[in-house]
């Protein structure tokens, strides 16, 4: 009995003696896991290898010919509506928003000071070409009285003619009686009789030669005025300067008629307008502003190290958050700022202090879009873009 093995200490020393295999097993599995581990790692390294190559081929072929922002916005060359005429207004025909096309009536103002306006410049042209025709009718009564200045001048010298031969006939009579009366034969009365009437011929004389000068300064002044009058009636009605000076206050008054009714100077959309029925506006004053949708353009701000391949006339790619990028937009290249933002700010930045760091800074880029495009897919202006330019060609 003392021989044979206690049944439990057997099956204990068997529990014990069953794990002494664990070791090679775990060894095994270490393996297995450093081989998949090191697969994973040469896969990885592939790809990753893959991926700079493809970004390497990108880079090379394309991306090195590209250069794009999301700094860019949407403007445009928006119209500011201002009358010309000043006056009440009468209506408004449209509102903030709403699309107009050109001609489209925006707003009238009050016509009625404009019509009276027009009126008299009417009666002033009518009274003008009056003037000027009853101008050409007196050219002919002027032609009258320079004919007869030149029959007072014929007269005046024939009377010069009578007056120089009755001092002739004076003088000879008066040499007789002088001649007589030294002998006593002419009596002292005949001798005075004969004095006065040579000095009465003399004063006739006189008057005959100034009846001349008279005569011919009336015929000169005659025939001033009538080339006067020719220099006004002279030509075409319209030459004549107050007739062309009442035409053209007429002309100017029609204008600011037409003027009282405000149209849209193209198609576009209103943006704000600030003008209500009966409110007085003075000439000049913006009332509303209309943005043009079909011509727009983007303001691209780049980096200056961007900016060394650009060139005006490269194509540009855009796209807007408007429509996500589903949809892309084609442009050029058209201008670049004479300055960056901040050389043109109200405050330029001083760099001129010892504690100056560098800042990289941004030019505006122009790129003018594709009219169609823009009708298809509107965009308006202060949205935000992203601009990609093709600088490879």
Known sequence: MADQPDPQLATQAHDDEAPAPEPAVSDARKAELAERRKTWLIRLAGAVAIVAFLWGAYYLLIGRNHVSTDNAYVGAETAAITPLVAGPVESVRVSNTQA?????????????????????????????????RETGAT????????????????????????????????????????????????????????????????AQLRVAQAGIAQARASRAAAQQQYEANQALSSGPMDSNPDVAAARAKLASARLDLERTTIRAPFDGLVAQRNVQVGQRLAAGTTIMTIVPLDHMYVDANFKEGQLRKVRIGQPVRLKSDLYGGSVEYHGKVVGMAGGTGSAFAIIPA??????????VQRLPVRIALDPKELRDHPLRVGLSMDVKIDVGG
Do not use: F
């Open 100 to 132: 107009v096309k050109q001609g489209d009536i925006l707003i009238t103002i009050d016509p009625a000071d404009a019509r009276l306006a027009v009126a008299r410049a009417e009666a002033d042209l009518a009274l003008a070409e009056r003037h000027y």
């Open 139 to 202: 050219g002919g009564a002027l032609s009258a009285q320079v004919v007869a200045r030149s029959s007072d001048i014929a007269r005046a010298e024939a009377e010069l003619v009578g007056a120089q031969a009755m001092l002739e006939k004076a003088n000879v009579d008066l040499k007789r009686r002088q001649d007589l009366a030294r002998t006593g034969a002419v009596s002292g009365e005949e001798l005075t009789a004969a004095q006065s009437a040579d000095a009465a011929a003399r």
């Open 350 to 359: 001083q760099n001129a202090t010892g504690n100056w760091i560098k800042v």
